[in-house]
C-alpha cells in the first residue's frame, strides 16, 4: 500500500504561482510512475502530469506545458507540482496519484494509477 498526502493548495489571482507537494509513504518502491490530476465541479478528472520516478522522464498535459513542472524528491518520498502563470481555468481540486507500474506510459489516463490522494484546492481569481 502507497499512502499519499498532498498540501500547498490555496487562493491566488491569474498570474500568480503555487506549489503543491505530495508526501509519499509504504511500499513505494513498485510505483514507477507518479502524477498530478485535477478535477473542476462537474467535469470529469484530467490529468495534468507525471514522472517516471526512475528516469525522470516527464509528461503534460497541453493547457499546463511551459506553466507547470513535475519534480519529485526521491529521498524524501515528495512529488512536487510548481505552478505558475496560473489562469482561472486552472481551478479545481488537484491530486496525487502513484501506480504500479515500472513507469509512465505517457499517456496521463487515470487507469494507470491505483493509488490516490485527498486532494489540495486550488482557486484562481481573474
Known amino acids: 500500500q502507497v499512502q499519499l498526502v498532498e498540501s500547498g493548495g490555496g487562493s491566488v489571482q491569474a498570474g500568480g504561482s503555487l506549489r503543491l507537494s505530495c508526501a509519499a509513504s509504504?511500499?513505494?518502491?513498485?510505483?514507477?510512475?507518479m502524477g498530478w490530476f485535477r478535477q473542476a465541479p462537474g467535469n470529469e478528472r484530467e490529468g495534468v502530469a507525471a514522472i517516471s520516478t526512475g528516469t525522470g522522464s516527464t509528461y503534460y498535459a497541453d493547457s499546463v506545458k511551459g506553466r507547470f513542472t513535475i519534480s519529485q524528491d526521491n529521498a524524501r518520498k515528495t512529488l512536487y507540482l510548481q505552478m505558475n502563470n496560473l489562469k482561472p481555468e486552472d481551478t479545481a481540486m488537484y491530486f496525487c496519484a502513484a501506480s504500479r507500474s515500472y513507469w509512465c506510459s505517457g499517456g496521463l489516463s487515470s487507469a494507470e494509477f491505483v493509488y490516490w490522494g485527498q486532494g489540495t484546492q486550488v482557486t484562481v481569481s481573474s
Open positions: 509504504g511500499n513505494t518502491d513498485r510505483s514507477g510512475c
